[in-house]
Each structure stands twice: as C-alpha cells, then as structure tokens.
C-alpha cells in the first residue's frame, strides 16, 4: 500500500487439513536425512497421508462384513464420510450387547469403557488400524445405530 510491503506472519491454532505436498514446510524432510537405523520406520512416518491412505491392508474388512444384529435393516452407507448406520427392532440396552458380543467374536477389543443408558449408548472397537465409534439412541420401539468408521474398505463387493 502506497510503496510500502508488509510482511504478516499467521499462526493458526487448529489445523485447516491437509497441506498440499508442494507447500510443506522443509522441516518435514529432516527424519529422510538421519535415516541410518531409522530406515524402515521413516518410510511410513515420512509418506503423506494421501499415499498411506489408500493402501489397504491384507485383511482389511470391508464394511459390508461388520458383525451387526440379527435385525438390523434399513442400512445408510456413506462412504464419504466413512459412516454406517442401521435400524434394529431391539431396545438400546438389548441392541448394545448385542453388536458387543458380535462385534467381539469377529475380533474387535472393547476400547475404553461403554456408556449404555435406556436412553442412549456410545461403544468404541478398535481391530488392527480400524476403528469403532458407535452410537445407539431409542427410535420407535427399537434403537437407531450409527457407526463412525476408520480404517474399512468402502468399495463395493
């Protein structure tokens, strides 16, 4: 302005995504440099996520094979943003162990401990690199799930 340049420095405190590869920082490459005994780890620490991402693991599980109830209907894929959500004719309390023990029998652990009210339940399951988040609330005389996912494959069988 009038002949003058100004020279700011922002610094923001939540992260606004991921930052494209041409525009980060140097300081990033530095572990690449010190990789004497570090070389198998910096391969995977060092790879942005856009490249670690679509790697699917051997045994990755496809959402379609979740352990679900026996009842569950009236499925809502969205692969987008990587949720899942169903209907089950079972009351919160009933659905919860329900999907628990199903969910245990195909492998998933119990991640923290699990809320479960009459009104409303949240469940966390980890397996390997995916996770569980799901919530359970009271709809119509059954329950209502819904499933945060990350870490399934999303493409179709």
Same mark, same amino acid.
């Given at each position: ?18 930052i ?6 140097a ?5 690449e ?6 070389q ?9 996520n856009?490249?670690?991402a679509?790697?699917?693991a051997?045994?990755q599980? #496809?959402v !379609?094979?979740?352990a679900? @109830? &026996?009842?569950?209907? /009236?499925?809502?894929?969205? $692969? ?5 959500g ?10 919860c162990?329900?999907?628990?023990? #199903?969910? !245990?029998?195909?492998g998933w @652990? &119990?991640?923290?401990s /699990?809320?479960?009210t009459? $009104?409303?339940?949240?469940?966390k ?20 799930v819904?499933?945060?996912t ?8």
């Amino acid at each position: 302005m009038f002949g003058e340049s100004w020279e700011v420095n922002v610094k923001f405190v939540a992260p606004l995504g991921e930052i494209p590869k041409e525009f980060q920082p140097a300081a990033a490459k530095e572990p690449e440099q010190d990789a004497t005994d570090k070389q198998a780890t910096s391969e995977s620490t060092t790879e942005p996520n856009e490249k670690a991402a679509p790697k699917p693991a051997k045994d990755q599980l #496809n959402v !379609k094979d979740l352990a679900l @109830t &026996k009842d569950a209907s /009236d499925f809502d894929y969205k $692969a987008l943003v990587e949720q899942l959500g169903f209907k089950s004719k079972a009351n919160v309390k009933s659905a919860c162990a329900e999907l628990a023990a #199903n969910l !245990k029998g195909q492998g998933w @652990t &119990k991640q923290g401990s /699990d809320l479960i009210t009459p $009104a409303s339940a949240i469940l966390k399951r980890k397996r390997g690199d995916a996770e569980l988040t799901i919530f359970v609330k009271p709809e119509s005389g059954g329950s209502e799930v819904k499933m945060m996912t990350e870490g399934l494959a999303w493409d179709e069988k």
